[in-house]
């Protein structure tokens, strides 16, 4: 039961973290092509967020219930760490990453590529911090 926990556990975290490494690329490139590619921009923004929500929620659960499983007083203090950045990169995402997306849409909605441009800059930098944040949960987590 624990193994397979596990697996799922790193299955969530890795599609958590790389789901979002093609994304700033995607931004920069349909906003530099115009109105046909930032409109399909706007359909893969939604299912990203869908997709990071769902498996950040995978991850924290499946990682909630190993913890559970193996004894809350015996997890090692890496995990409680790791646990923080984890939580810290989602205040991030619900804090400053969803009030850029939403002026990345109604910039890409209004065709002000100006705007989507700068949306798009502030939405990669965020992802950036949430990448490194998680990254810092894995290392507390391994080590």
Same mark, same amino acid.
Do not use: Y
């Given at each position: =039961?624990? #193994?397979?926990?596990?697996?799922?556990?790193? +299955?969530? !975290? +890795?599609? &958590?973290?790389?789901?979002?490494?093609?994304?700033?690329g995607?931004?920069?490139? +349909?906003?530099? /092509?115009? %109105?046909?590619?930032?409109?399909?921009?706007?359909?893969? =923004?939604?299912?990203?967020?869908?997709?990071? /929500?769902?498996?950040?929620?995978? $991850?924290?659960?499946?990682?909630?219930?190993? =913890? &559970?499983? @193996?004894?809350?007083?015996?997890v090692? #203090?890496?995990? &409680?760490?790791?646990?923080?950045? #984890?939580?810290?990169?989602? #205040?991030?995402?619900?804090? *400053?990453?969803?009030?850029?997306?939403r002026?990345?849409?109604?910039? @890409?909605?209004?065709?002000?590529?100006?705007?989507? *441009?700068?949306?798009?800059?502030? /939405? %990669?930098?965020?992802?950036?911090?949430? %990448?490194?944040?998680?990254?810092?949960?894995? $290392? !507390?987590?391994? @080590?």
């Open positions: =039961m624990i #193994v397979t926990l596990e697996i799922a556990h790193i +299955a969530f !975290a +890795a599609a &958590w973290f790389g789901h979002k490494l093609l994304i700033p995607d931004i920069r490139r +349909a906003v530099h /092509i115009g %109105s046909t590619e930032s409109d399909g921009l706007l359909g893969r =923004m939604k299912r990203a967020e869908r997709f990071g /929500i769902l498996t950040g929620l995978g $991850t924290l659960l499946s990682g909630g219930a190993l =913890m &559970w499983l @193996v004894g809350i007083d015996t090692d #203090v890496g995990v &409680w760490v790791g646990l923080g950045l #984890v939580l810290a990169a989602l #205040v991030v995402g619900a804090i *400053t990453g969803r009030p850029a997306s002026r990345l849409r109604d910039a @890409v909605t209004r065709g002000d590529r100006v705007e989507a *441009t700068i949306a798009g800059g502030q /939405i %990669s930098r965020i992802l950036g911090l949430e %990448s490194l944040l998680w990254l810092g949960a894995l $290392t !507390a987590m391994v @080590v």
